[in-house]
C-alpha cells in the first residue's frame, strides 16, 4: 500500500522529508565499464562499435551497414499503421508550433557612454539523439528530442537506436522521419555516446547529445560532457496530481497510473484536502490495477513509491508542491491558475481536469522530455535553447574608452593581470596624445 | 617561438588540426579522492569541512567561524582603496544593465482548438559562487557570477571561497557586498561543492553551483551535477584575435598578452592576411614580454601554446575561427560587423580596435565567464537564463481534448501505455455521453 500522511500529523514532517529524500533507483556503478567502452570507441571507431553492438545487441554490423539507408527507413515506416502516422503528424505540428514560439530573439543597442553592446543567438551544428530500444523506445520522445533541435536550426540531426537482435521499432524510423532526422545509426549503449562525442570513421562527432537512456547511457552522458553539450541526467518518471473533492476519483487514478505504469521506479503522488476523495483515488487505482496490462509495473510503483498527503487548504498543498518540485503537476481545482501562481518549482503543469498529463505526453505541444528527481528547482524541459548558444558582442568607441576605460585598468592593476591593464591603457594613450 | 602556420602550405590542415586538438591542461585524476571528500561532507557535515579546511587550508576552524560575519566583511572592505571601489562600482552598474535585458518573458496564448499553452520562467531559490583562493581569485569574477543571480532573482546567494592560512581577499569581499551576496563562507575545494550540493549543520544547500575552481572543483561540481545545476566545466582561457595590417602591432601584442598572462595553460592566436603584420606582432609580443611582470606565465603560455595563421583573405579567417570556436574573438578589421556575421562559433565577439578584450573582462557589461575548449560549439557564457528554469503551461478544454485526444490514444496504444490512453479515453467518453 502506498503511504498516506497527513500534514496535521505530529510525524509529518518526518515523514515527508522522508518521501522527498527516498531514493528511487539503484543505479550500479558502471562507470568504469563506460571508461573502458568510450576509450575503446575512441581507439578503434568502427571496429569497436561493430564488435560491442555483438556483444550487447547480438548482431552482426558491417561500417556500411551501420547507418540505415533511406530505402531501409522507407520499408519500415511502410509498416506503420495509418491511423498512427496521422496522429504522428498531429503532434509533430503542435510540438513545432509551440517551440517554434521559443526561438529567441538578438539584441544589440547603444549605451550611455557610446558603446554597442548586444548578443547573438546561434543553433549548434550538429545534434545527436539517443534513443532507447526494447521496452522504453518512444516515437514520441523521437518527435520531443528531434523537432526542438530542429526548430532551433540545427543542420545535422543524428539518431542513435540501438536494435537489439536486429529488430527495429518502425514507429520511432517513422517519427525520425517526421521531425526531420538527417541520419539514424543502428548503435546504442555507451558505444554509441561515444561514437557521437568522438566520431568513428562513420559516424561524425556531433556537438550535442540529448535523449533518455540506462545506467550506461548516463554514465556515458556525464564522461563526454564539456567534449559536447549534453540534457539533464533524467531519472524515473514522477507525477504530483492536486485535486480537490470535485473531480472524478477514476481520472486522477488513471492520470497517476499513467505514470505508474511507465517503470517500478516511477512516482505518482496526490495531494488533497478531502481525506474521502483521497479513499476514493485508492480505490480507483486498486480497481484499475486489476486490469491494466501494464498492472505488474505499475502496481508495484504504487506500491513502493506512490503517497497520498492530505492537506488543511491549497496553500499547504502549494508549498508542498514546491517542495517536491515535481515534474508533471496536475492541479484539478476550482481555480488551477491561481494555484498556479503560487507555486515555484514544477516541470510541466498540467491546468484543470481536462487536461491530462498523457495529453502533454503527445500532442499538447510543450516538450515531454521534463526535469526529473526534484531538479525542477534548477533546471527546465527540453527545449529550443537547448540546441542554440548565444555570443556576446560588444564595441567601443574612442568616447566610449576614454569613458570607462580606466576603470578596468583600474581593476587590472588590482588583479595583478599587468597587460590587461595596458591593453587599455595603450589605447588611452593613443588618444590623449590626439 | 609559437608556431606559423600559412593556409597555403600543403601540411596546413595537418598542422591546424593538431593545434586544434592539443591538449593543453594535464588534469590529474582527482576523482577517488573528490568522491571520499563528497562522502564525508555529506556524512558528517561542518566537522568534516573543519577538518579539511584544517588540512588543506591550514586554518582551524569552528561551527561559528565557517561563515564571514558582516562586520569582518565590512572590516575587510574598508581596506579596499577608494578608486578600487568606485571601479567595481562602476563595472558592477554596467553588468547590471547589461544583464537585465537579458530577463526572459513568460508566454501564453490560445492556439486553434481553444487550450491554452505558455510558459513561465522563475529563479533557483538558492545559488552557491565558488571564488578560489589564491593567485586567481578575482573580485571581477564575483561580480560576474553574482550579478546575473541577482538579476534573475535569486533570493539567497552564497560565496564559498578558501582563505588559505587566513589571508581573505578584501576586494573578493567587496565585489560580493556591492553584488549583494548573501552569505560568504571561508571554505573552498570539494569539501565547498559538497557542501552547497547537500549541505551541512552551518551551509544549508543550493541549488546552483557555479564558479571557477581547480581540478578538484571541477571534478565535485562533475559529480553533484544532477543533484544540483551546475555552470560549464572551465578551462584554461584563450584568445583569437583576427586582425589586418592597419592595426598597432604592439595593441594587438597586448590583447594577446593579456590572454596569457593568466595561465600557462592559456593560448593566444593570431590570424592575419599579412605575413609583415604578424612579424609585426610577435616582435611587439617579445618586447613586452621582457619587461611584464607576468612574463614567466605569459612568456610559457605565448612558447607553448601561441601560434599565429597566415591566411589568403579574411573569409578563410572566418572558417578557421569558427572551427576554432574561441572563448573570446577580437576582430580588428576594417568592417569588424560583417567579419562577425561570418562567423558562429565564439563566446563573446569584441569588434574593432578600440575594444580590448580586458574591457569585457571588467566593465564592458557582457559577462566574461565564457565557454572555452572548443564549447562555443554549444554553450553560452553565464547569463541570466543560467539562473533561471521554465515551467510549461498546458491548459485543454473539452473542446481541445474532443481535437486531439484520440491522436494521444492512438500514440499512447502504439507505445503499449494503456493508462495514457485511457485517461484520455475517460474523458472523452464523458463528453460524449453529454
Redesign the interface.
Known amino acids: 500500500m502506498p503511504v498516506r500522511l497527513t500534514t496535521k500529523d505530529d510525524d509529518f514532517e518526518a515523514r515527508f522529508t522522508a518521501l522527498l529524500s527516498a531514493k528511487r533507483e539503484d543505479s550500479p556503478d558502471v562507470d568504469e565499464t563506460v571508461a573502458g567502452i568510450i576509450a575503446d570507441v575512441r581507439a578503434r571507431g568502427d571496429a569497436a562499435l561493430i564488435e560491442l553492438t555483438a556483444k550487447f545487441d547480438r548482431m552482426e554490423l558491417t561500417p556500411d551497414r551501420l547507418r540505415f539507408t533511406a530505402k531501409e527507413v522507407a520499408a519500415l515506416v511502410a509498416d506503420v499503421?495509418r491511423?498512427?502516422m496521422?496522429?504522428?503528424e498531429?503532434?509533430a505540428a503542435?510540438i513545432r508550433?509551440?517551440h517554434e514560439?521559443?526561438l529567441p530573439e538578438d539584441?544589440s543597442?547603444q549605451?550611455e557612454c557610446g558603446?554597442?553592446?548586444g548578443?547573438?543567438w546561434?543553433a549548434?551544428?550538429a545534434a545527436g539523439l539517443y534513443v532507447p530500444g526494447g521496452l522504453a523506445s518512444?516515437?514520441?520522445s523521437v518527435l520531443m528530442n528531434a523537432i526542438p533541435a530542429k526548430v532551433a536550426g540545427v543542420a545535422r540531426l543524428a539518431i542513435v537506436v540501438p536494435t537489439p537482435d536486429g529488430v527495429a521499432n518502425p514507429?520511432v524510423l517513422a517519427a525520425a522521419q517526421i521531425a526531420g532526422v538527417d541520419e539514424i545509426y543502428r548503435v546504442g549503449g555507451a558505444q554509441a555516446i561515444a561514437a557521437l562525442a568522438y566520431g568513428t570513421e562513420t559516424i561524425a562527432s556531433v556537438?550535442?547529445i540529448t535523449g533518455p537512456g540506462n545506467a550506461y547511457v548516463a554514465a556515458a552522458k556525464?564522461r563526454v560532457?564539456?567534449r559536447?553539450?549534453i540534457d539533464?541526467?533524467a531519472g524515473p518518471s514522477e507525477i504530483l496530481v492536486i485535486a480537490d473533492r470535485d473531480n472524478?476519483p477514476?481520472?486522477i487514478a488513471?492520470?497517476m497510473?499513467?505514470q505508474?505504469?511507465?517503470d517500478e521506479s516511477a512516482q505518482a503522488l496526490l495531494i488533497t484536502d478531502d481525506p474521502a476523495f483521497a479513499d476514493a483515488v485508492e480505490a480507483a487505482i486498486e480497481a484499475?490495477l486489476e486490469t491494466?496490462?501494464?498492472r505488474a509495473i505499475?502496481g508495484a510503483s504504487w506500491r513502493d513509491f506512490g503517497a497520498v498527503i492530505v492537506v488543511e487548504d491549497m496553500d499547504e498543498a502549494a508549498s508542498l508542491a514546491d517542495r517536491i518540485a515535481p515534474e508533471h503537476l496536475e492541479l484539478c481545482v476550482a481555480d488551477?491558475?491561481s494555484l498556479?501562481e503560487k507555486i515555484?518549482?514544477?516541470?510541466?503543469?498540467?491546468?484543470?481536469?481536462?487536461?491530462?498529463?498523457?495529453?502533454?505526453?503527445?500532442?499538447?505541444?510543450?516538450?515531454h522530455v521534463?526535469?526529473t528527481?526534484r531538479?525542477?528547482?534548477?533546471?527546465?524541459?527540453l527545449?529550443v535553447?537547448d540546441f542554440m548558444?548565444?555570443?556576446?558582442?560588444?564595441?567601443?568607441?574612442?568616447g566610449?574608452?576614454k569613458a570607462?576605460?580606466?576603470?578596468?585598468e583600474?581593476?587590472?592593476q588590482?588583479?595583478?593581470?599587468?597587460?590587461?591593464?595596458?591593453?587599455?591603457r595603450?589605447?588611452l594613450d593613443?588618444l590623449n596624445d590626439a
Open positions: 499503421p491511423d498512427e496521422a496522429a504522428l498531429l503532434a503542435r508550433a509551440y514560439r521559443q539584441a543597442w549605451d558603446a554597442t553592446l548578443w547573438r546561434s549548434v551544428s518512444y516515437p514520441s514507429a556537438d550535442k556525464r560532457f564539456g559536447v553539450g539533464m541526467i472524478e477514476d481520472w488513471l492520470d497510473l499513467s505508474a505504469e511507465h484499475r491494466l496490462e501494464r505499475a488551477a491558475e498556479a515555484t518549482h514544477a516541470g510541466a503543469i498540467f491546468l484543470g481536469a481536462w487536461t491530462p498529463e498523457a495529453i502533454g505526453d503527445y500532442v499538447g505541444g510543450p516538450n521534463l526535469p528527481a531538479s525542477a528547482r534548477f533546471s527546465s524541459g527545449n535553447l548558444k548565444k555570443t556576446t558582442m560588444a564595441r567601443m568607441t574612442p566610449a574608452l570607462i576605460g580606466s576603470a578596468a583600474t581593476l587590472a588590482s588583479e595583478s593581470l599587468e597587460a590587461h591593464g595596458l591593453s587599455v595603450a589605447r593613443k
